[in-house]
C-alpha cells in the first residue's frame, strides 16, 4: 500500500492505494474515497459532485465500432507478390486508448488484392501491419491514402497466457522470393521452379528483410591498431535544430538494434548529417583523424584474375550480396572505444559492429567473407569482397550449392539483403565483366564512351576529340596521316565543313582508341603496375576519366574510359566540387580494380590535393569523403596541357544535350552562318551628305574649305553656330569630310557629328552590341572620342536618360510620396493584422503568429499558429479579437492569399467589417502592424538569448505581450492597458505599494471609469495628431518624383521572379503600362498591354517611363512611348504650375462590393509637381512647404547652354 497526493480539479487529495501488476489504467478510484470525500458521479452531467463543488470530467472514448484502413505510404506490388505493408486507422484514435480488432479485406477491391485476416492492437497513433497479396496477374500500384481493408474492434476477452499474434509474430511466412531482384533468367522447367521456391522458403533465415534483422559473425573481429599514437579527439560540430529530432530517432534505433552503446572515451569523431534527394537524413562519420593513426592492414585483396577464370564453362549463375555487410561484422571489445563520436547534448557512443569509413574496413571484410564460404570458395562459388556468384553446370547442380552457400551463412550469422540478389541467370554482371556459357567478355561499357562519341559540329568540338585522341597518338600507328582532316578544320580562317573525308577520319581514330595497342586488359599478378585514374570536370557539361595501368614497359595503357553527363543540380557547384564529383562517380565505378589497392588520381584542379585535410566538412561532401576512406589512393595535380584525355571526355557532350541529332542535318553542306555582331553600317559618304545637308555648318565649311578668304559671320546665328563660328580654325577638310581637330591634342581627329547622323550613333554606342546600356559618363567618353559637336555630351546624357531598358535593369531613386497618417477617433474602429513566419517549429507545433492591433489604443493581441491557411487565421481573429473585443470597422491586412480568401469575405460581410487592404509591395498602410511585428521579434530574441533553444519561444509570446501592454506608447503617451481600464498594469514590482482608492459602489466606479477614459481618449486624439505631424514633417522633407496622370506611360516595381528566371538577371521594374485611373493621389489603376486585367499599383511604386526627345526617335529601332501632352517633360524636381484647382479625394474607394485600397487624402506641395497650393488637406495633415526660393547666386546653368530665362528649367545648389 502507497499513500499518494494527487488533484481533482484544483482540488487536492492524500489517499491510500493499492499496488498491483497488470492494471489496464494508471489509477483507480474506489468506492471507499467517494464515501470518504461525500463525493457522487452523475453521469447524466459528466461530473462529481460534492455539497460545494462540481468537478467536470471527461468520459473515456468509446472504441469505434467500424473503421477503414488506409495506407501510410504508396506502396507498389508485382504479379502475385505478397508483402507485409504499414497501414493506419482512417478515423482518429483518442490518445491513450488501445483495443483489440479484427483486420479484414476490402471486398469492393478484393479481385485484385487480399488482406490477410488477423487479431491485432493499434499503437498508440493508430497504426498497424497488416499482410497484402496481389490477385491479379500485374503489377499493381496503390497511392497513399488508398483504402485497402476494414478494422473491427472486439472484446479482448482470453484466457490468461494467450497471446495474440501480429505481424511480427508470424514472420515464419515470410518468403524472400517476394523481395528478390529477379530470378529465373535460365529458363526454369515447372519441377525446377517448385523446387527453387521451396528451397528459398527453407533458407528464409539467411535474408534479411530490413535493418533491424542483420546478423553478428562470430568468426572474427575488427581491429582498430592504432599504435603508440595518442588519441584523436575533435569537438562536435554544428548542426541545425531542425535536424536533431531526426538524428536523436537514428540514435535511438542504432541503441534498440545494439550496434551501437553510450561511452566516455578519450577518442571522438564528429558526425555530419547529410540530407538524401528523399529528403531524409543520414548520419555519417568524419573518420579521417582516426585513420591516419591506423596501421594499414597489408591482406592482399583477391586476384580479380583468377576469379574470373574459376567462372569458365558454367552456365547457370547467382550474385548475391549481404545486408549492410559491415555491420554484420564485430569490432574488438578493445578498439570500440575508438570508433566514439559525438552526438551533440547527448554525449558520446561507440560502435558494437563495423562502421563505414574506417580504414582496414575492406581488408577485415574480405577475410571474413573469405572464412565464411572458405568450405565452397573456389569450388562452388567464388567470393569477392561482399560481392558472391555461384556457378553451376545445370539447374540441379546449381540449387545444390545454393544450399551449401546458406548453410555456411548461417553458420557464419551473416545475412543476404534480397533485394540485391539475382538468382538462376544464365548472364551475369560480375567484376566489371559479362559471364555466360559463352564465357568471360569485356564489359562494353568500357569502350561505349569512345564509340559514342557524337559527331562534331564545331572546331572547338574537334578540338576536344583530338585531344584524347593525341594524348595516346604514340600507340596509333600512322597517327598523323589519319588525323590529317581533322586537323585542318581546326586552322584559323578556315570554314568548317563535314565532309567523308572527315567522317573517315572520326571513325578510324575512334576504332585506334578503343584497339588493343591502346587499350589492355588490368593485371593483377604480383608486382605489377598500379593503377592510375585521370578525371575531369567540364562545368555545365559533364565529367570524364580514364582508368589506365602502368605495363612492364613502364608505359601506361588503357584499361576503361568512362563519362556522363552533368544533372541539372549539378551545374550549380562549384568548381572544386564538381571536380570531387568525378573523383567520387569514377572511383566507385571502377571499385572493383581500385579497391584494397594503392592507386593514384591524376587531377587538374590543384585544390584536390588538400583533400584530406579539409575542416568542417559538411553535406554531400561529408558523404563523399567518408565513401573515399575505403579506397588508399593518392591525388596529385596535372597541368590540364597534360591533362587532355579525360579532359576531352568531360566536353565531349554538347552544353544542350538531351536530344538526338537530326540524322537530316548531320552532313548538310553549306550550311549559312549568321554573324552576331553587326555595325552601325555608318559610310563616309553618309556621313558627307548629313554634313552637306546641315545648314549650320554651310559658314564653317566655307571657311574649312578656303582659310584665306575670311568670310564674315551670319548675322543671326543659332547658339550652335556660335560655337561653330567660334571653333572654326580647329575645324578641317580631308577627304570631304569634316574634322574637329582639338587643341593639344596631337593628331587626334574627331568626326564632326551633325545632328541628324546623332540618333544612329547614339542607338549603337549606348543600346548596340559596342554599348552595353552603360551609364552616361562611359557613353560620353566612347562618343567624344570619336565625334565631336556642340552640346554633345548634354545629348548623350538625355539619351541615356531616357533610356527604357536602362530605367527597366537598372537602380534608380524610386519616388516617394507624401505621408498621409492614418487617423482613428475611437478605440477598436480599426485594427491592422499581420503574419509573422515562418519560425522554428515550437513545442507547441506552432510556426507562424497573427498579430493584431488597434490603431487608437494600440492594444495588441498575438496568437501561435501552426499554419497560415484562410481558416485558421479567420477563427484566429474570431476568437481572440472579435470575441473579446466585438466588431471593429476596419479591418487593415497586407494582400496575402489568406486575409484575401473567400472565407475571409464571409466573415467580414457576415459581422459587417470594411475589409481594408494594402497595394502590392507597399505595406506602409499596414505600417502600424509591421512596427509592432518588428518590437515583437525583438522582445523574443532578447529573452531567447536566456532561454535552452528555438522550440521556446511561444512560451515567451505572453510575457512579451505583457511587457508591451504596461509600456507608454511613444505616440499615444499612455500603456496600452490604460487606455482599456483607466488604470495601469499592476505588475510584479507594485507588490509593496498601495492600492488606487475604489469608489465605494458600482454606478460610482462606473462614472469614474468613464470619465477617466474619456479624458485620456481626448488627449490621446491631440497627442496622435502632433505625433503624426512630426512625422510627416520628417517623411515629407524627402518626397520626391513627378506627377504621374491618366493616359501616362509607367513603369511597374516587380520583384517578383518569374518561374525559371534567375534572381542575377531579374529586372524589378515591368512596362510599360498604361495609367488607366487615377484612384487617389497615391494609387493608380495600371494595365500592361500583355496582361489582361488592370491591377491598382501606389505611386512609390511606379516610374514614368523616360521621355525620349523628339531628335532621338528612331523608326523600327526603338518604341517610342507617345505622351498625350504635346509639350515636353519637366525634370523631376522643378516648379511646376497648377493645372487647376485640386479636388478633395474620397478616403476610401470601393473595389469588389466592400474591399478597399488605403489610399487617404494627400497634400503635396507644388515643389513636388502633384498639386498645386491650396489644396484642401486632412486636419492631421499639414500643408507640405512651398517651393524653395532661390537665389541668382545659386542658380546654375545647364552645361552647353545659354544663360537662363523666365521660365526655362534651371538647377540649383
Known amino acids: 500500500m502507497v499513500t499518494m497526493k494527487f488533484s481533482v480539479g484544483d482540488t487536492e487529495f492524500l489517499h491510500e492505494f493499492a499496488v498491483v501488476e497488470e492494471l489496464a489504467v494508471a489509477c483507480i478510484l474506489g468506492t471507499d474515497f467517494f464515501v470518504r470525500h461525500g463525493m457522487a458521479i452523475d453521469f447524466a452531467r459528466n461530473c462529481l459532485q460534492t455539497a460545494s463543488c462540481v468537478y467536470p470530467f471527461r468520459l473515456s472514448a468509446d472504441k469505434p465500432r467500424l473503421c477503414r484502413l488506409v495506407l501510410s505510404q504508396p506502396e507498389q506490388f508485382n504479379a502475385g507478390q505478397e508483402k507485409v505493408v504499414h497501414v493506419r486507422l482512417q478515423r482518429r484514435v483518442p490518445s491513450g486508448v488501445q483495443f483489440l480488432g479484427i483486420v479484414e479485406s476490402e471486398r469492393r477491391v478484393s479481385n485484385e488484392q487480399m488482406v490477410a485476416r488477423s487479431v491485432q492492437m493499434p499503437d498508440g497513433d493508430g497504426r498497424l501491419a497488416v499482410r497484402v497479396l496481389n490477385t491479379s496477374g500485374c503489377s499493381l500500384s496503390l497511392r497513399k491514402g488508398s483504402r485497402i481493408g476494414w478494422f473491427s474492434p472486439v472484446a479482448a476477452q482470453q484466457p490468461a497466457g494467450w497471446q495474440v499474434n501480429s505481424v511480427e509474430s508470424v514472420r515464419d511466412d515470410w518468403n524472400p522470393l517476394s523481395d528478390v531482384k529477379e530470378w529465373g533468367g535460365c529458363g526454369l522447367t515447372g519441377d525446377e521452379k517448385h523446387e527453387f521456391e521451396r528451397l528459398m522458403a527453407r533458407n528464409r533465415d539467411v535474408f534479411a528483410r530490413d535493418s533491424s534483422e542483420l546478423g553478428q559473425s562470430h568468426l572474427m573481429a575488427h581491429e582498430i591498431d592504432t599504435g603508440n599514437a595518442k588519441p584523436v579527439s575533435q569537438p562536435a560540430r554544428r548542426i541545425p535544430p531542425r535536424w536533431k529530432e531526426e538524428i536523436d530517432k537514428q540514435v535511438d534505433e542504432l541503441l534498440q538494434q545494439d550496434r551501437i552503446y553510450p561511452c566516455y572515451s578519450p577518442w571522438a569523431s564528429p558526425i555530419v548529417p547529410v540530407k538524401k534527394a528523399d529528403g531524409s537524413l543520414r548520419l555519417c562519420l568524419d573518420y579521417r583523424r582516426l585513420n591516419e593513426v591506423t596501421v594499414p592492414d597489408p591482406y592482399p585483396p583477391p586476384r580479380m584474375d583468377e576469379t574470373l577464370d574459376a567462372l569458365g564453362g558454367n552456365c547457370v549463375f547467382s550474385t548475391m550480396d549481404l545486408a549492410s555487410g559491415y555491420h554484420q561484422c564485430p569490432i574488438e571489445p578493445k578498439d570500440q572505444l575508438k570508433t566514439a563520436f559525438v552526438v551533440p547534448n547527448r554525449g558520446q557512443f561507440a560502435w558494437k559492429c563495423m562502421s563505414f569509413g574506417l580504414r582496414n574496413a575492406p581488408a ?44 555456411c551463412l548461417r553458420d557464419a550469422n551473416v545475412k543476404l539483403k534480397p533485394a540485391k540478389c539475382v538468382f538462376l541467370a544464365e548472364r551475369v554482371k560480375f567484376l566489371g565483366h559479362i559471364v555466360s556459357q559463352e564465357g568471360i567478355a569485356t564489359d562494353p561499357s568500357k569502350c561505349e564512351e569512345i564509340q559514342n562519341w557524337p559527331r562534331p559540329c564545331s572546331a572547338k568540338k574537334v578540338q576536344a576529340f583530338l585531344g ?144 584530406a585535410s579539409l575542416k568542417d566538412v559538411e553535406g554531400q561532401c561529408a558523404m563523399w569523403l567518408e565513401s573515399l576512406q575505403n579506397f588508399d589512393f593518392e591525388i596529385i595535380h596535372r597541368p590540364g596541357k597534360e591533362h587532355g584525355n579525360a579532359d576531352s571526355l568531360s566536353r565531349k557532350y554538347r552544353k544542350h544535350a538531351g536530344h538526338e541529332s537530326c540524322p537530316s542535318c548531320q552532313f548538310s553542306e553549306n550550311v549559312p552562318v549568321v554573324n552576331a555582331v553587326f555595325g552601325s553600317g555608318l559610310s563616309s559618304k553618309e556621313v558627307q551628305q548629313a554634313q552637306v545637308a546641315e545648314k549650320k555648318l554651310a559658314a564653317v565649311r566655307s571657311y574649312a574649305l578656303d582659310p584665306g578668304s575670311n568670310p564674315s559671320a551670319p548675322r543671326v546665328m543659332s547658339w550652335e553656330e556660335r560655337v561653330l563660328w567660334a571653333q572654326r580654325q580647329l575645324i578641317r577638310v580631308e577627304s570631304d569630310l569634316l574634322y574637329f581637330q582639338s587643341p593639344g591634342s596631337g593628331c587626334q581627329k574627331k568626326i564632326l557629328l551633325p545632328p541628324a547622323l546623332l540618333p544612329k550613333v547614339l542607338s549603337e554606342l549606348h543600346d548596340g552590341v559596342a554599348g552595353g546600356h552603360l551609364g552616361v559618363r562611359k557613353t560620353q567618353e566612347k562618343v567624344k572620342a570619336r565625334y565631336w559637336w556642340p552640346g554633345l555630351s548634354r545629348s548623350v546624357e538625355e539619351y541615356c536618360r531616357s533610356c527604357v531598358h536602362c530605367a527597366k535593369a537598372k537602380p534608380w531613386r524610386s519616388n516617394r510620396a507624401p505621408l498621409q497618417p492614418i487617423c482613428s477617433e475611437g478605440a477598436f474602429q480599426r485594427i491592422m493584422s499581420d503574419i509573422v513566419g515562418p519560425l522554428p517549429k515550437s513545442r507547441g507545433g506552432n510556426r507562424f503568429v497573427l498579430t493584431i492591433q488597434d490603431s487608437f489604443t494600440k492594444w495588441p493581441v498575438a496568437v501561435p499558429l501552426s499554419n497560415q491557411r484562410a481558416p485558421t487565421v479567420a477563427r484566429a481573429i474570431f476568437d481572440h479579437w472579435i470575441a473579446h473585443f466585438g466588431c471593429p470597422e476596419f479591418l487593415v491586412t497586407d494582400k496575402g492569399t489568406n486575409f484575401e480568401s473567400a472565407l475571409m469575405k464571409q466573415l467580414c460581410r457576415l459581422l459587417a467589417v470594411k475589409k481594408c487592404r494594402t497595394s502590392s509591395y507597399h505595406p506602409m498602410a499596414d505600417g502600424q502592424a509591421e512596427s509592432f511585428n518588428k518590437t515583437l521579434k525583438s522582445m523574443i530574441k532578447c529573452r531567447m538569448s536566456e532561454s535552452v533553444g528555438e522550440g521556446d519561444w511561444e512560451d515567451l509570446i505572453h510575457p512579451s505581450l505583457m511587457a508591451y501592454r504596461s509600456s507608454v506608447h511613444r505616440g499615444t503617451g499612455y500603456t496600452p492597458y490604460y487606455m482599456l481600464y483607466a488604470r495601469e498594469m499592476r505588475l510584479p514590482v507594485d507588490i509593496g505599494t498601495l492600492p488606487e482608492s475604489i469608489p465605494a459602489s458600482a454606478p460610482a466606479y462606473v462614472q469614474s471609469l468613464g470619465n477617466s477614459l474619456a479624458e485620456a481618449h481626448s488627449q490621446v486624439r491631440t497627442n496622435l495628431q502632433q505625433y503624426q505631424r512630426k512625422q510627416k514633417v520628417l517623411y515629407d522633407s524627402r518626397v520626391r518624383g513627378p506627377a504621374i496622370e491618366v493616359g501616362d506611360a509607367v513603369l511597374e516595381y516587380s520583384p517578383a521572379l518569374q518561374a525559371g528566371e534567375a534572381a542575377k538577371f531579374h529586372c524589378n521594374w515591368k512596362g510599360p503600362a498604361k495609367v488607366l485611373e487615377k484612384i487617389s493621389d497615391l494609387n493608380y489603376r495600371v494595365k500592361h498591354a500583355n496582361r489582361g486585367k488592370s491591377k491598382i499599383v501606389h505611386y512609390n511604386n511606379l516610374r514614368k517611363v523616360p521621355e525620349r526627345p523628339e531628335q532621338f526617335r528612331l523608326m523600327n529601332r526603338h518604341t517610342a512611348v507617345q505622351r498625350r501632352s504635346a509639350h515636353p517633360p519637366e525634370p523631376a524636381g522643378c516648379i511646376q504650375e497648377p493645372a487647376g484647382p485640386a479636388t478633395k479625394e474620397p478616403e476610401l474607394e470601393e473595389e469588389e462590393e466592400f474591399y478597399s485600397y488605403v489610399v487617404p487624402p494627400v497634400a503635396v506641395g507644388p515643389r513636388h509637381g502633384i498639386v498645386g497650393p491650396g489644396t484642401p488637406v486632412a486636419p492631421c495633415a499639414p500643408v507640405a512647404p512651398a517651393a524653395p526660393a532661390v537665389s541668382p547666386r545659386r542658380l546654375r546653368e545647364r552645361r552647353g547652354v545659354p544663360p537662363a530665362y523666365y521660365g526655362n528649367p534651371v538647377l540649383y545648389r
Not at 381 to 405: M, N, P, T, W
Request: aromatic share 14%.
Open 364 to 407: 577485415t571484410f574480405a577475410r571474413l567473407m573469405s572464412m565464411a564460404l572458405s568450405e565452397v570458395n573456389w569450388k562452388e562459388c567464388l567470393v569477392y569482397f561482399d560481392d558472391i556468384v555461384v556457378f553451376a553446370k545445370s539447374v540441379g547442380q546449381h540449387l545444390e550449392r545454393l544450399k551449401h552457400v546458406f548453410q
Open 468 to 611: 584524347t585522341c593525341a594524348y595516346y597518338q604514340s600507340f596509333i600507328p600512322q597517327f598523323s596521316e589519319i588525323a590529317a582532316p581533322l586537323y585542318r578544320l581546326t586552322a584559323d580562317g578556315v570554314k568548317f565543313e563535314w565532309g567523308s573525308e572527315e567522317e573517315s577520319s572520326f571513325c578510324r581514330l575512334k576504332d585506334a582508341l578503343c584497339s588493343p595497342n591502346v587499350m589492355a586488359f588490368p593485371d593483377f599478378s604480383p608486382g605489377a603496375g598500379e593503377f592510375i585514374l585521370d578525371t575531369d570536370a567540364s562545368s555545365r557539361v559533364g565529367l570524364g576519366a580514364v582508368l589506365s595501368q602502368r605495363q612492364a614497359d613502364g608505359r601506361e595503357k588503357v584499361i576503361a574510359y568512362g563519362s556522363r553527363m552533368i544533372h541539372a543540380a549539378e551545374k550549380n557547384y562549384c568548381t572544386t566540387r564538381l571536380e570531387l564529383l568525378a573523383v567520387v562517380h569514377f572511383v566507385k565505378k571502377y571499385r572493383y580494380y581500385l579497391l584494397g589497392r594503392k592507386f593514384t588520381v591524376r587531377s587538374d584542379h590543384k585544390a584536390l590535393q588538400w583533400l
